[in-house]
């Protein structure tokens, strides 16, 4: 639709009155409620640089009660020369995301920078985000494994498209492959060429009821694909190994959470045979990954509703898959061998209030 841009608001009050680009601040934040209705307004963009994510919260919620569209105007450093500006609709990070993480990078380029690095289900929800993120730490080559080819596809054509619009400078070498974490000849030939310094295994069956239906394919997958990555770890001299786990784990209920228990003990066992550092990170519902609430929603409102929420009162703990894998990469500084890193999960959301 066609965008006219009506006027500024701005928390500072000397500038009410005054023009940028022709454009006038007709009031502060306080003034919104008679600005939307003197001048019909539909859409507000939020476009404050260093605003905290309770603030943003607070001003979608605003926002919101006015029945305005809102928009979030995002402003990055492109090739350290300028700022590029652009603009996206509000997204689950802004509403419940904890804001600013503060990682200590410098330990965790330490891990990173330079090295090769393998990520086992990497065109899932989670080892996506964790490409994105480790890529940011300028590794000298990306190994990336999935069995489900069309994922892989996308997050290959994500980073041949971020690299010739000129945003990643990045001169990791990135090699996509399609392959089992099943099958061990597979995962022996991939490590024997590329020799992976750290590795994150994050392909895993996740889904609970579909786990219940075929439990051995959960077995199969979860259990024989870690036990078999995590003995050519040992094989060919991988330093760091790192398990993405889950809460569901603790005192399984269901065949998922058990087969990721299991997970969780060979890497334990075999941390204390082995050179190589093992690991595990556990962590709870992760907003937007493939196996949450999230996309059931999103589904159900671009079809007009309803949203079913199977009880007002039920709350869960949720993360977002960015802060998570911050996360994970900030536990792997602390490791030493043999731990289970549990993240803290924040404070727990009620599923109605997210729906």
Same mark, same amino acid.
């Not at 006027?7 to 502060?28: A, E, P, Q, Y």
């Not at 400078?169 to 060429?193: A, F």
């Not at 439990?215 to 036990?227: H, M, Q, R, S, W």
């Given at each position: !639709?066609?965008?006219?841009?009506?006027?500024?608001?701005?928390?500072?009050?000397?500038?009410?009155?005054?023009? %940028? &680009?022709?454009?006038?601040? %007709?009031?502060?934040?306080?003034? /919104?409620?008679?600005?939307?209705?003197?001048?019909?307004?539909?859409?507000?963009?939020?476009?404050?640089?260093?605003?905290?994510?309770?603030?943003?919260?607070?001003?979608?919620?605003?926002?919101?009660?006015?029945?305005?569209?809102?928009?979030?105007? &995002?402003?990055?450093?492109?090739?350290?020369?300028?700022?590029?500006?652009?603009?996206?609709?509000?997204?689950?990070?802004?509403?419940?995301?904890?804001?600013?993480?503060?990682?200590?990078?410098?330990?965790?380029?330490? !891990?990173?920078?330079?090295?090769?690095?393998?990520?086992?289900?990497?065109?899932?929800?989670?080892? &996506?985000?964790?490409?994105?993120?480790? /890529?940011?730490?300028? *590794?000298?080559?990306?190994?990336?494994?999935?069995?489900?080819?069309?994922?892989?596809?996308?997050?290959?054509?994500?980073?041949?498209?971020?690299?010739?619009?000129?945003?990643?400078?990045? +001169?990791?070498?990135?090699?996509?492959?399609?392959?089992?974490?099943?099958? #061990?000849?597979?995962?022996?030939?991939?490590? #024997?060429?590329?020799?992976?310094? +750290?590795?994150?295994?994050?392909?895993?069956?996740?889904?609970?009821?579909?786990?219940?239906?075929?439990?051995?394919?959960?077995?199969?997958?979860?259990?024989?694909?870690?036990?078999?990555?995590?003995?050519?770890?040992?094989?060919?001299?991988?330093?760091?190994?790192? %398990?993405?786990?889950?809460?569901?784990?603790?005192?399984?209920?269901?065949? /998922?959470?058990?087969?990721?228990?299991?997970?969780?003990?060979?890497?334990?066992?075999?941390?204390?045979?082995? #050179?190589?550092?093992?690991?595990? +990170?556990?962590?709870?519902?992760?907003?937007? &990954?493939?196996?949450?609430?999230?996309?059931?929603?999103?589904?159900?409102?671009?079809?007009?509703?309803?949203?079913?929420?199977?009880?007002?009162?039920?709350?869960?703990?949720?993360?977002?898959?960015?802060?998570?894998?911050?996360?994970?990469?900030?536990?792997?500084? !602390?490791?030493?061998?043999?731990?289970?890193?549990?993240?803290?999960?924040?404070? *727990?959301?009620?599923?109605?209030?997210?729906?």
């Amino acid at each position: !639709y066609d965008t006219r841009i009506i006027g500024f608001i701005d928390k500072n009050k000397r500038k009410v009155k005054k023009r %940028l &680009s022709g454009v006038v601040v %007709l009031g502060t934040d306080d003034d /919104m409620p008679r600005i939307v209705k003197k001048y019909n307004i539909d859409t507000a963009y939020i476009a404050i640089k260093n605003i905290t994510q309770q603030d943003l919260r607070e001003m979608i919620e605003r926002c919101r009660q006015m029945n305005l569209r809102t928009k979030i105007v &995002s402003f990055e450093l492109q090739n350290n020369v300028g700022e590029r500006a652009s603009v996206r609709n509000v997204n689950i990070n802004d509403l419940l995301g904890r804001g600013e993480l503060y990682l200590n990078n410098e330990e965790i380029g330490g !891990y990173l920078t330079g090295k090769t690095i393998m990520v086992t289900g990497a065109g899932g929800s989670i080892g &996506s985000e964790l490409v994105r993120q480790i /890529m940011q730490f300028t *590794p000298k080559r990306l190994v990336l494994l999935d069995i489900y080819e069309n994922n892989m596809y996308d997050l290959q054509q994500e980073i041949n498209i971020e690299r010739r619009r000129g945003h990643d400078q990045n +001169v990791t070498d990135v090699i996509c492959l399609i392959g089992s974490v099943r099958d #061990k000849k597979r995962v022996d030939e991939i490590m #024997k060429k590329y020799h992976p310094n +750290v590795v994150f295994h994050a392909a895993a069956h996740k889904h609970v009821p579909l786990m219940e239906n075929s439990p051995l394919e959960a077995i199969k997958n979860n259990i024989f694909g870690t036990y078999n990555v995590a003995n050519c770890a040992d094989e060919f001299g991988v330093e760091r190994f790192v %398990l993405i786990s889950t809460d569901k784990a603790v005192n399984p209920t269901n065949i /998922m959470g058990a087969s990721k228990r299991v997970c969780e003990m060979i890497i334990q066992a075999k941390n204390k045979v082995s #050179k190589t550092d093992y690991v595990a +990170v556990r962590f709870g519902n992760v907003l937007g &990954s493939n196996g949450s609430v999230i996309p059931l929603f999103k589904k159900q409102i671009a079809e007009g509703g309803p949203v079913t929420v199977t009880h007002k009162d039920i709350t869960r703990f949720f993360m977002t898959i960015p802060e998570a894998v911050g996360l994970i990469l900030q536990a792997i500084t !602390y490791a030493e061998g043999g731990e289970i890193f549990v993240l803290d999960m924040g404070k *727990p959301v009620k599923i109605y209030d997210l729906a």
